[in-house]
């Protein structure tokens, strides 16, 4: 080992010791003649705790509001958006009850009336007659009452050939008011034979009507004049 090496080592240690023994020989009255590694050792060690006494009572605060109002910010927004998307869809639902009461206005005119059962009647004869068929009855059974309709079930018997028979069924789907067939039954009719040879089939149909449900409206106007009466005698 070269005697240089071995001075600079002895020099470092010197100086190792020399700092340490520095913090022990500390004149407090006489802070101005410390050695410079001691003041620069403490005025890092002061630094370094002012900063971090700096962090937790001044910055670490302010983080949290900023998080929080961040947190906020986004809780708005997301609501913001979520009213948004209701109010668009509260738009296209108003447009779409909209349509769906025009639609349910014209089915209702197609509901007839106890007055024009009659004359629907009529109107399934006549429709049977133009198609070829000869009806042996037409009952109109009794009404079974819904919600805000009347049922009214028919009861359709005739004779004919299959074509009458489909021409019957097209034209009652024709007709201006709601006819539904709910069941029928085709049974040959012995020795039945028409002019050109087709043999004679009879046709029994179960078939249902609806008319509008006065009696609905008149219990609802019925009900609220009741409450009305009852929140002003209160």
Known sequence: ????????????KFSLEDFNNSFKSLDPQNMG????????????????????LAYFFLVAPVREQIASAEAQEQSLLNDYRDKDSKLRNLQ????????MESTFGQLLQQLPKVTEIPGL???????????GLQFDKIDVNKEATKDFFVELPLQIKGRGDYHAFGAFTS???ALPRIVTVDDFTIEPIAN????????VLSLTVS??????????DKNKSKSKGTATSKGSAS
């Open 192 to 199: 039945g034979k028409s002019k050109s040879e087709v043999p």
């Open 33 to 52: 003649n410390w050695p410079i590694p001691v003041k620069m050792t403490i005025y890092v060690f002061v630094f370094a705790v002012v900063l971090v």
């Open 207 to 216: 078939a249902k009507t609806y008319r509008y449900n006065d009696g609905a």
């Open 92 to 99: 296209q639902y108003q447009k779409q009850i909209e349509q």
């Open 171 to 173: 034209a009652l789907a």
């Open 1 to 12: 080992m070269s005697t240089e090496n071995i001075v600079s080592k002895s020099k470092v």
């Open 121 to 131: 009647v009529e109107d399934i004869n006549y429709t049977g007659v133009g198609s």
